[in-house]
DNA sequence: CACGCCTCCTGTGCGC
DNA sequence: TGCGCACAGGAGGCGT
């Protein structure tokens, strides 16, 4: 689920909760907590930021890293859930619960040194956050005239980009009009795709991000997002701006949907 | 260094 | 209905 407009949803969301609390307990299963997780036992959380599909809450000296995989969610409650795959509970000085579930189990939590990121060489590697003015044009477009490889995977790995995953990207795409296969995208091309990112991650975060139904369990205010994708899980049905059937392919071995007209290659080489 | 492939884990939905 | 398999929104690690 969570890509950037979910998570930064999910920051706000808890932000007012949590920041200013301190951690009083740390309960977990399997081998979590671990060792790192419970250092951040008796800290005070002085703020909670998000850089790309990560959460960073700050614990003074110490950081604590979340990153919610495909299925993970944060829950803050007076009690521990009545759901299955609950990973970790964080006790808090105002008696407040927040709850990490995971089905998936990719998720990751983890306590490290303040911006010490080695363990995460994503985070560490980090392009410019869409939202901020640190995503430029100029730089933008002359990574993407002078990279190879698919523009999908490019637009994925957060190098050249933070946040976006495999549902904003198709849909970003669709918008500029460039087919995901593009290895070449010229300046016009860059033009629309670095506007499309920022309209559609706004967009989205006004309404809260994408919910799947895997994830509706009536403990969380859901993101309504999904009734504007134009590609995303549309194969099969008309594309909104042309009427072309929306095809699905595999690019990278990720599932991607585009419309061979109004994204047809020629268009953005 | 960059890319493609495989892996982690659990559940769902589909075809047979 | 039952079973097996492909697939699912992410990203780290490995080999090439």
């Not at 995460?120 to 956050?129: D, H, S, V």
């Not at 999904?226 to 095809?247: D, H, K, N, S, Y």
Request: aromatic share 6%.
């Amino acid at each position: 689920m969570p890509e950037l407009p979910e998570v930064e949803t999910i920051r706000r969301d808890l932000s007012p909760g949590i920041v200013g609390r301190s951690i009083i307990a740390i309960t977990g299963s399997r081998n979590w907590p671990n060792a790192q997780l419970r250092r951040a036992r008796g800290e005070k959380v002085v703020d909670l930021r998000r850089r790309g599909k990560y959460l960073l809450a700050g614990l003074g000296t110490h950081e604590l890293v979340i990153h919610l995989g495909m299925s993970g969610r944060l829950l803050l409650a007076d009690g521990v859930p009545p759901v299955r795959h609950v990973r970790t509970v964080f006790e808090l000085s105002d008696g407040k619960l927040l709850v990490f579930v995971d089905r998936r189990r990719f998720g990751v939590l983890q306590v490290v040194h303040a911006g010490d990121y080695r363990a995460f060489p994503t985070l560490l590697a980090m392009g410019p956050e869409p939202l901020s003015r640190d995503f430029q044009l100029a730089a933008f477009a002359a990574a993407l005239e002078s990279g190879t490889g698919a523009i999908k995977a490019r637009l994925l790995n957060q190098r050249l980009i933070a946040g976006l995953g495999n549902i904003y990207v198709d849909e970003a795409l669709h918008r500029a009009r460039i087919h995901p296969t593009a290895t070449r995208v010229d300046r016009r091309a860059a033009t629309r795709l670095h506007h499309a990112i920022r309209h559609i991650l706004q967009y989205a975060i006004s309404r809260r991000g994408t919910t799947f139904s895997l994830f509706r369990d009536g403990l969380l205010r859901e993101g309504d997002f999904a009734r504007f994708l134009r590609v995303f899980g549309r194969e099969g049905q008309p594309c909104i701006r042309c009427r072309a059937t929306i095809a699905k392919t595999q690019v990278g071995g990720r599932g991607t949907h585009f419309c061979p007209r109004c994204q047809a290659p020629q268009r953005s080489s």
